[in-house]
């Protein structure tokens, strides 16, 4: 049975640095074709897809936001860590992980941490 | 960077009847379109990847066709829990891409 998980902080203050971790189970990310990415959901709005690892390492960033994130894993804990910079109150959102088997989409995904920007 | 537009935004159905969603890429994404349903507080899921081939479990009722630009949801006959949002999203470029969703309310 495939898990994910998001943790993190609930609330951030604007220009500081936001640090997710996305637990999981039932999958390795050494395996072949598997894949973890990073989908964000401001409040009532649509799903932007953010960063995707993959098990070769390689790394995929949205166009707009790909100065302000890495996303990074560690095998050793099945974790991958999503870091944004320079957080603004847009940027408010509940964040998801997700993985993907190379080639198909996203098949199963965590319930979602909620991140408020506010000062 | 491939936009994918949806339509309608809101669509109002009433039970039993279908339901049809449109997707369009800016530019051909082959057969790599997903569907997504999301109910309120929930995470998104997979109904349909590949344009046309139903994720396990996803009933039967929900059918997805069109390759290239153009793609479409269709819900056969739509039951209770059928009403909620969906979206597509592009896999076949990076970034993958999601469209703006559709709401499907009850008339």
């Known amino acids: 049975q495939v898990t994910l998980r998001e943790s993190g902080p609930a609330l951030v203050k604007p220009t500081q640095t936001l640090t997710l971790t996305c637990t999981f189970s039932g999958f390795s990310l050494t395996t072949r074709k598997m894949c973890v990415s990073w989908i964000r959901q401001p409040p009532g709005k649509a799903l932007e897809w953010l960063a995707l690892?993959?098990?070769?390492?390689?790394?995929y960033y949205s166009t707009s936001l790909k100065t302000r994130l890495t996303i990074s894993k560690d095998t050793s804990k099945n974790q991958v860590v999503l870091t944004m910079t320079n957080i603004d109150p847009v940027d408010t959102a509940t964040y998801y992980c997700?993985?993907?088997?190379?080639?198909?989409?996203?098949?199963?995904w965590g319930q979602g941490t909620l991140v408020t920007v506010s000062s | 960077e491939i936009v994918v537009a949806q339509s309608p935004a809101t669509l109002s159905v009433s039970p039993g009847e279908r339901a049809t969603l449109s997707c369009r890429a800016s530019q051909s994404v082959s057969s790599n379109l997903a569907w997504y349903q999301q109910k309120p507080g929930q995470a998104p899921r997979l109904l349909i990847y590949g344009a046309s081939t139903r994720a396990p479990g996803v009933p039967g009722r929900f059918s997805g066709s069109g390759s290239g630009t153009e793609f479409t949801l269709t819900i056969s006959s739509l039951q209770s829990e059928d009403f909620a949002s969906y979206c597509c999203q592009q896999y076949n470029d990076w970034p993958h891409t999601f469209a703006q969703g559709t709401k499907l309310e009850i008339k």
């Open positions: 690892i993959d098990w070769d390492d390689d790394k």
């Open positions: 997700a993985r993907r088997i190379s080639a198909r989409p996203y098949d199963s």
